[in-house]
């Protein structure tokens, strides 16, 4: 089945800055990858996803970028704001979603 | 449009009890899903439904049962609660497909002692 890692666990960024999260995944025939936002006693929220025939997704201050040969995806957050710390969830399908550990990130006012 | 709805939000078992946590959603989706969140575990499947009457393993399905009788509804069984399974535990739901969004409900907390 497929198995997703996620790094770093921990992120604390200046608010301000950008914040950058990397997944790696193992299945080939995965096609779709999304990223949750989980705010604290919340359920996983979706904030960006990108398809296999796409190689990058831009929405307002969040963007994610896909390697298929490299098989690795990557979330980035630019102009990182409070409202920004939470826990970030990639996943990658094959017959279901499969997540990685998740990273805490800490946006320091 | 209440989305995805999950009771109850707290319970606390002893070993050995059984509960039923119940999973709702009215965005008519087709697909269901269990999962249980664990510290440095992310979101691991349980059971999922791609249909009423129909339900499916997934990664992590024993102790658990499930139903899907009606389409809005579905619900997880603990027969026999063990400490193992004190998780936060999460209901989601999509449209009929591995590559759609998959909307979640709050989460249920269950402690089991």
């Known amino acids: 089945g497929e198995n997703v890692e996620q790094h770093p666990s921990t992120l604390s960024v200046q608010e301000g800055d950008s914040a950058v999260i990397k997944c790696t995944y193992s299945?080939?025939?995965?096609?779709?990858f999304p990223w949750y936002k989980q705010e604290l006693g919340k359920g996983p929220q979706l904030i960006i996803d990108?398809?296999?025939?796409?190689g990058e997704k831009k929405d307002q201050r969040i963007a994610v970028t896909l390697n298929k040969t490299a098989k690795h995806f990557s979330l980035h957050i630019t102009e990182t704001q409070p409202e920004d710390s939470a826990v970030y969830f990639c996943?990658?399908?094959?017959?279901?979603?499969?997540f990685g550990a998740g990273t805490t990130v800490t946006v320091r006012a | 449009n209440a989305g995805v709805t999950q009771t109850p939000k707290f319970r606390v078992l002893k070993t050995g009890q059984s509960m039923t946590l119940l999973c709702a959603q009215d965005?008519?989706?087709?697909?269901m899903y269990w999962y249980r969140q664990d510290p440095g575990m992310g979101l691991r499947l349980i059971h999922y439904s791609v249909g009423e009457g129909t339900t499916a393993k997934g990664e992590v399905p024993d102790g658990y049962n499930v139903s899907r009788l009606k389409k809005q509804n579905f619900l997880l069984g603990l027969e026999s609660a063990a400490p193992s399974q004190t998780s936060v535990y999460f209901c989601?739901?999509?449209?009929?497909?591995?590559?759609?969004?998959?909307?979640f409900g709050p989460g249920t907390r269950l402690l089991v002692l």
């Open positions: 996943a990658a399908n094959d017959y279901k979603l499969s």
């Open positions: 989601a739901s999509s449209y009929p497909s591995r590559a759609e969004t998959q909307y």
């Open positions: 299945d080939s025939a995965s096609n779709y």
């Open positions: 990108i398809r296999s025939n796409v």
């Open positions: 965005m008519n989706h087709e697909y």
